[in-house]
């Protein structure tokens, strides 16, 4: 397997503008995660699907974010308008409900807001 | 609340030692798994080692190994003949198990390790 995907790896754009990171998590996996890396704030959830259907987005900062899974082999991560305070790296994870229990984490995407 | 803590935010060891990462967690629960990831400068996630709850053996990969301490709620992880390689930061994690299986892991705020020449 290829593990999970993301795209794009790195990510530059203005303020204002519109950002769309993607995901294919493991095939047959049916928890899929999406998590924010920061210096200051470390490691947090944003918002995690189960069978295509999100559980928890309780950790979504704001309206500007929001999240799809329109099936179970994508999800996508949106920020609309982005702003510098949203530069971070976003991992995509996945796991398996009735285990292995670990999530298998994408590379990441570097996302850089000026 | 489900918690866990990493008291130790950064560490240092010479090439070929060994060194502990600690990890406390707290939960209710009776029957979860646990886990450490390393981050290496690639920030790549990777699993290093799995506990079970219900295990009693601590678990070992190669040079890595845990003291899984139940009722004191504590997963360290030792690592033996420490290698360049090992510099990363080390996430403790850990999740509950319920009827319906696993959901959302729970992570320590990290341990940066650095191994010196």
């Known amino acids: 397997d290829a593990g999970v995907i993301q795209s794009p790896r790195h990510e530059v754009t203005e303020m204002g503008q519109e950002v769309t990171l993607r995901c294919k998590p493991i095939s047959g996996h049916d928890y899929l995660f999406w998590y924010r890396q920061t210096m200051m704030r470390g490691l947090e959830l944003l918002i995690y699907f189960n069978n295509n259907v999100p559980i928890d987005d309780s950790g979504m900062p704001e309206d500007r974010f929001s999240a799809k899974m329109p099936n179970a082999s994508f999800s996508t991560l949106k920020i609309q308008p982005s702003e510098p305070r949203d530069s971070a790296v976003y991992f995509c994870?996945?796991?398996?409900?009735?285990?292995?229990?670990?999530?298998?984490f994408g590379p990441g995407t570097r996302l850089t807001v000026t | 609340a489900q918690t866990v803590t990493q008291s130790q935010p950064e560490m240092s060891v010479q090439e070929a030692e060994t060194v502990t990462l600690s990890c406390t967690y707290d939960t209710s629960e009776n029957n979860y798994y646990l886990f450490w990831y390393k981050q290496p400068p690639s920030r790549q996630m990777i699993l290093v080692i799995r506990?079970?709850?219900?295990?009693?053996q601590n678990a070992t990969e190669n040079r890595f190994s845990v003291n899984f301490q139940k009722a004191a709620k504590s997963f360290s992880l030792k690592i033996s003949d420490s290698q360049l390689g090992d510099t990363a930061m080390y996430f403790c994690a850990f999740t509950p198990l319920t009827q319906g299986g696993s959901e959302k892991l729970v992570f320590g705020k990290g341990t940066k390790l650095t191994v010196n020449p």
């Open positions: 506990q079970e709850a219900y295990k009693q």
């Open positions: 994870a996945s796991s398996l409900t009735r285990g292995p229990y670990e999530q298998y």
